[in-house]
């Protein structure tokens, strides 16, 4: 899991040129995957403050108004920047502390903000039925190294803190993929439990997790991972796990785009390697899996649109770029047009041609180009838009 190395200047203020002085340096390791929740936990550890008077903020030019991280989205957006930028004195991290209205945490930890859901659940005073055992107060104290933060952790043990529900619930995925023959559902429960039972109810497979103290580390208190009743029905009981499994172990054949592996191939495969016998549908859906694996859903591509454009910009200074969505967030059109290519246009003969493509993609579409040519003859691309199927789109 990559980590990344981040300068920390707390402490200081915003002076009116929008630079941040009067500062005190510090530094962080933080992971790519983190959300917002976990990277304001962790920076309010490093720094022995209370979370909930924290503010993070960035400048991505001297001169330019801060940026304040503050969501989810927010934290994706300093990550793509991030690895963008060369050296860890790059992008600095701005802490300041705002006035806190709130008793700070008297456990031995920050956590981050109790979402409603939570506080509800803990007026209720059901805490006290959490499965606490003796020690519990020892563990709490424990350092970093004692709380499971890989993903890729494969050693599941009764007894064993997580650094928070998501990772536990993706180690659990991980290790049914890795165990081959492991399947099994998620018991609904409240926010600070987390149980898993063998789909079949004769099983005594079971896991068994909860929150400590209403923080976001969780404990396995229960794990018996012996299964009682034979794998055959194990294994096929369940389509979606079963599609999982076979896109965990067959997404590297289709890593290139240009590999035609048929859903037929995949039948074939898996039966040679485990003895499954695959239906096409079941084939069909692995397939559709693994490539959401590698590169990801369509609808995470366009959420990113935004990003990408604002960086074309940031990179390629002069560039204009634009994206327009309808009134309910979904996507109409984007247009883009790089700094050279409007240098060169001075240059080029006075006509333009206009041409489009049909986008074979998830969501169809039409995309357009702009191109001219320059004195020798050659052809100049000017612009490029990208049109939803369902809507017409005029240049700008």
């Known amino acids: 899991m990559e980590n990344i190395p981040i300068l920390l200047q707390r402490s200081g203020e915003w002076d009116d040129n929008n630079n941040f002085i009067n500062f005190h340096v510090d530094a962080i390791l933080i992971k790519t995957y983190w959300k917002f929740e976990q990277l304001l936990r962790e920076i309010a550890k490093q720094l022995q403050k209370d979370n909930k008077t924290i503010v993070i903020q960035y400048a991505i030019a001297q001169g330019y108004l801060p940026i304040t991280i503050c969501s989810d989205m927010s934290v994706s957006v300093y990550m793509e920047l991030k690895k963008s930028s060369a050296g860890m004195t790059t992008l600095p991290l701005c802490v300041s502390f705002a006035k806190n209205t709130i008793a700070a945490s008297t456990s031995s930890f920050d956590v981050a903000p109790i979402s409603p859901e939570i506080a509800q659940f803990e007026s209720t005073n059901m805490i006290t039925t959490f499965d606490v055992q003796e020690g519990d107060d020892a563990i709490l104290e424990?350092?970093?190294?004692?709380?499971?933060?890989?993903?890729?952790?494969?050693?599941?043990?009764?007894?064993?803190?997580?650094?928070?529900?998501?990772?536990?619930?993706?180690?659990?995925?991980?290790?049914?993929?890795?165990?081959?023959?492991?399947?099994?559902?998620?018991?609904?429960?409240?926010?600070?439990?987390?149980?898993?039972?063998?789909?079949?109810?004769?099983?005594?497979?079971?896991?068994?997790?909860?929150?400590?103290?209403?923080?976001?580390?969780?404990?396995?208190?229960?794990?018996n991972s012996v299964h009682s009743y034979l794998t055959d029905k194990r294994f096929c009981s369940q389509k979606q796990a079963v599609s999982a499994f076979v896109a965990a172990v067959e997404q590297d054949k289709l890593v290139d785009p240009k590999t035609?592996?048929?859903?037929?191939?995949?039948?074939?495969?898996?039966?040679?390697?485990?003895?499954?016998?695959?239906?096409?549908?079941?084939?069909?859906?692995?397939?559709?899996?693994?490539?959401?694996?590698?590169?990801?859903?369509?609808?995470?591509?366009?959420?990113?649109?935004?990003?990408?454009?604002?960086?074309?910009?940031?990179?390629?200074?002069?560039?204009?770029?634009?994206?327009?969505?309808?009134?309910?967030?979904?996507?109409?059109?984007?247009?883009?047009?790089?700094?050279?290519?409007?240098?060169?246009?001075?240059?080029?003969?006075?006509?333009?041609?206009?041409?489009?493509?049909?986008?074979?993609?998830?969501?169809r579409g039409t995309i357009l180009t702009a191109s001219t040519q320059d004195a020798e003859g050659q052809i100049l691309p000017v612009a490029y838009a990208i049109v939803d199927s369902e809507n017409d789109a005029s240049w700008e």
């Not at 247009?335 to 493509?357: E, H, K, L, M, N």
């Open 142 to 223: 424990l350092d970093d190294a004692n709380i499971v933060t890989d993903q890729f952790h494969q050693n599941v043990e009764k007894g064993q803190i997580y650094e928070d529900k998501n990772l536990l619930a993706f180690v659990m995925k991980q290790y049914a993929q890795n165990m081959i023959l492991i399947q099994y559902i998620s018991i609904p429960t409240e926010y600070t439990m987390y149980i898993l039972e063998c789909v079949d109810e004769r099983c005594t497979w079971r896991l068994k997790a909860s929150s400590l103290r209403a923080s976001n580390l969780f404990k396995v208190t229960d794990f």
């Open 260 to 363: 035609i592996y048929t859903p037929t191939n995949i039948q074939r495969d898996i039966q040679k390697a485990y003895g499954m016998d695959l239906s096409y549908m079941q084939a069909w859906r692995s397939k559709e899996k693994a490539i959401q694996l590698l590169r990801r859903s369509p609808s995470e591509s366009y959420k990113k649109m935004p990003t990408y454009l604002y960086m074309l910009e940031y990179a390629y200074l002069g560039s204009v770029t634009r994206l327009h969505i309808e009134g309910d967030g979904s996507f109409l059109y984007a247009f883009i047009t790089i700094y050279a290519s409007i240098r060169g246009w001075v240059y080029c003969r006075p006509t333009v041609v206009v041409d489009g493509s049909f986008l074979k993609s998830t969501y």
